[in-house]
């Protein structure tokens, strides 16, 4: 379980005081213990691997948006700081598809679905992510669906 593994890791951070990585990690399981409270289960218990990768993804979004923001804000400080934290966190995910492999998918969704036009962008992005679960990043697959229809 993931959960298990996040924990073990913690402890070898700490063994090899690694400070950045030890923060990231304690973050994560606090995380996971929110989510845990958030679906009215006891802090004890733990998350399914799916739901734990699903807590990891929205830390890197939240580390993702956080650098954007620092960028704009000229502090790339900070902005490092979040991506070496951000890099920790995607060692955790599944690899994601390259974005051939998202065009292609998105492609065949749109002829299984027989999508004609662009008014109908939003059910072919829809459908398309719940067919990858999670294995592409939703901006690829928008933007691959709207280049099929330039």
Do not use: C, H
Request: charged share 35%.
């Amino acid at each position: 379980m993931l959960q298990k593994q996040i924990k073990e890791q913690i402890k070898m951070a700490m063994l090899a005081k690694d400070a950045v990585r030890l923060i990231v990690l304690r973050g994560l399981l606090a995380s996971f213990t929110n989510e845990l409270v958030a679906t009215k289960r006891r802090p004890q218990e733990e998350l399914s691997d799916a739901e734990a990768v699903a807590v990891i993804r929205r830390s890197v979004k939240q580390r993702k948006d956080s650098m954007d923001q620092f960028k704009r804000g000229g502090r790339e400080d900070l902005a490092e700081a979040e991506e070496a934290e951000l890099k920790i966190l995607e060692t955790y995910l599944p690899k994601m598809m390259s974005k051939e492999d998202v065009k292609k998918k998105v492609a065949e969704v749109k002829e299984k679905l027989g999508i004609a036009d662009k008014s109908k962008i939003g059910q072919l992005i829809g459908a398309t992510m719940k067919e990858l679960n999670g294995l592409a990043d939703g901006a690829d697959v928008k933007e691959a669906a709207e280049s099929l229809f330039l």
